[in-house]
């Protein structure tokens, strides 16, 4: 079974920064995609950012420029780099993966998800 967790939410102040990790772990061959989505209080859950087995990276306008996803292929673990947060960043943020545990078929997990507050 796949497990993915996230974590390094919190509380912030207009203008900081946080991390935020998540580590996949289980019965895994490879990982073909990872990203991170968010979902504010009445607000749909939508894309932050992306980034495929190569490297690339995909990010939505709203965060393009402030926030940077990156992943350490090694330790199964994808990160996001949140600068210059702003009140509107505040939301619940998850992590998605796409991973195969063999075989020509793969599957979506999400995290339970990390909660991103900021005050201003």
């Known amino acids: 079974q796949v497990q993915v967790v996230e974590s390094g939410g919190g509380l912030v102040q207009t203008g900081g920064s946080l991390r935020l990790s998540c580590f996949a772990s289980?019965?895994?061959?490879?990982?073909?995609?990872m990203g991170w989505y968010r979902q504010a209080p009445g607000k749909q859950r939508e894309l932050v950012a992306t980034?495929?087995?190569?490297?690339?990276?995909n990010y939505a306008d709203s965060v393009k420029g402030r926030f940077t996803i990156s992943r350490d292929n090694a330790k199964n673990t994808v990160y996001l780099q949140m600068n210059s947060l702003k009140p509107e960043d505040t939301a619940v943020y998850y992590c998605?993966?796409?991973?195969?545990?063999?075989?020509?078929?793969?599957?979506?997990?999400w995290g339970q998800g990390t909660q991103v507050t900021v005050s201003s």
């Open positions: 998605n993966a796409v991973i195969s545990s063999g075989g020509s078929n793969s599957r979506r997990y």
């Open positions: 289980g019965s895994i061959f490879s990982i073909n995609r």
């Open positions: 980034i495929p087995i190569d490297g690339s990276t």
